[in-house]
């Protein structure tokens, strides 16, 4: 009878070190997604992210999804794929050619936010790597917190976001039309009233127009874009 007591606290034993082991490595993954590189900047799953000192807490990636530096292209997606291309068509569009045709992002099925499925910046830099929803854009963008300045870095024209609060900044080139415009998706359909689910939402900057910060374009286009990641502080 005891032998079978102490191999019953033995085994019940060995499942809660392995449950304890479970939880500690969980708990370590977390604590190792984020790496604080120092003065604002981090690591999040290997790329570097920087702190605008914004109200969100809101980390913006230094670098364009496909891109090896601030300053360079990156990749161009539509709006809700995941693999970058040259081509931009309705007929080549993952969801369908229409609203009346869509598969996802319809009216059919009221999506008006990318999944994490259908986003460029999750699939690349895994999650909680993202692409901002206008409102974050509308964030940075807000001149309460950010100075944007059309700059020059080395011979690529683009736009210097830099906090007010904390110095740091970022830097959004601008390649379409021979460095004259740049433009960025946002997570979000075009919600206008009536919602037009053929229009996603867009952020475009130029030296003479500067920030629409209320931009659209028809889905199927491509356009960079910029990941965030919650602040994991």
């Not at 601030?70 to 309705?90: I, L, N, P």
């Amino acid at each position: 009878m005891k032998k079978i007591f102490y191999l019953a606290l033995a085994v019940l034993c060995i499942g809660m070190v392995a449950t304890s082991c479970k939880k500690h490595n969980k708990e370590d993954d977390q604590k190792t997604a984020i790496e604080d590189l120092g003065g604002g900047y981090y690591k999040v799953n290997g790329y570097r992210f920087v702190d605008l000192g914004l109200p969100s807490g809101l980390l913006w990636a230094e670098n364009n999804v496909g891109a090896s530096s601030a300053t360079a292209e990156g990749s161009y997606f539509a709006w809700g794929e995941t693999v970058a291309k040259s081509s931009f068509t309705a007929d080549n569009y993952k969801f369908g050619k229409g609203e009346s045709s869509y598969t996802k992002y319809s009216s059919k099925d009221g999506k008006q936010v990318l999944d994490a499925e259908d986003d460029a910046a999750t699939v690349a830099l895994k999650a909680p790597c993202r692409t901002p929803l206008k409102a974050e854009f509308q964030e940075l963008l807000n001149t309460e917190y950010t100075t944007c300045t059309w700059t020059t870095k080395g011979s690529v024209n683009g736009l210097e976001v830099k906090s007010k609060k904390n110095g740091n900044s970022i830097f959004l080139p601008a390649y379409k039309y021979s460095g004259k415009n740049g433009d960025y998706w946002a997570a979000d359909i075009y919600a206008n009233i009536p919602i037009d689910y053929d229009l996603a939402s867009s952020y475009s900057f130029t030296e003479a127009a500067g920030i629409n910060a209320q931009g659209s374009q028809m889905r199927y286009n491509g356009n960079a874009v910029r990941p965030v990641a919650s602040n994991l502080k």
